[in-house]
Nanobody, 115 residues
């Protein structure tokens, strides 16, 4: 059974930083596509950053240069380091894993950026 558990969200001022964590079980983060998505109120869920199965990374244009995705294979955990945060980064952030043809999602963690 795959479980993805996010943590690290919170309320910070614009310009601040947060690091999100996604602890995975039932899926090996180093061998599968793992991503961070976000969904703001009234908007569609969007891809923020991700690892492909091959291990390369990709980022949404809106976060390039500010966010960094990384992983700890021993802890089977994926991280999202978010710097220079802006009010428009406010959203619920979700961890996503693709195992074969199946998509798995965490419960989400709220990130709120005050101006």
């Amino acid at each position: 059974q795959v479980q993805l558990v996010e943590s690290g969200g919170g309320l910070v001022q614009a310009g601040g930083s947060l690091r999100l964590s996604c602890v995975a079980s039932g899926i090996i983060v180093s061998s599968n596509a793992m991503d961070w998505y976000r969904q703001a109120p009234g908007k569609q869920r969007e891809l923020v950053a991700g690892f492909t199965r091959a291990g390369s990374t990709n980022y949404a244009d809106s976060v390039k240069g500010r966010f960094t995705i990384s992983r700890d294979n021993l802890r089977n955990t994926v991280y999202l380091q978010m710097n220079s945060l802006k009010p428009e980064d406010t959203a619920v952030y979700y961890c996503h894993g693709l195992l074969g043809y199946f998509n798995y999602w965490g419960q989400g963690t709220q990130v709120t950026i005050s101006s």
